[in-house]
């Protein structure tokens, strides 16, 4: 059985993260249940909510990719 996680990152200001993002959820076995983005810009990093059905924390997935800056775990 599938557990909800939900997750919060900090995100550079880079088109290619939101798909490199999605993809990794997938390829880890994550069904994206929702998610919602908002940009940076010079002032403040992006922001990723992310919630996801998968069968463990893809949370270390998540922290090694490219220009993914932070995430939490959120309850």
């Keep these: 059985m599938s557990d909800t996680q939900s997750y919060a ?3 550079a200001d880079r088109p290619d993260v939101l798909p490199r ?10 069904e994206i249940v929702a998610l919602s983005y908002a940009c940076g810009d010079r002032h ?23 220009d993914v800056r932070a995430v939490r775990e959120a309850a």
């Design 9 to 11: 990152l900090d995100v």
């Design 21 to 30: 993002v999605v993809s990794t959820v997938r390829r880890r076995g994550g």
């Design 44 to 66: 403040r990093p992006g922001a990723l909510q992310l919630t996801v059905r998968a069968e463990r924390s893809l949370a270390p997935w998540l922290e090694g990719l490219v």
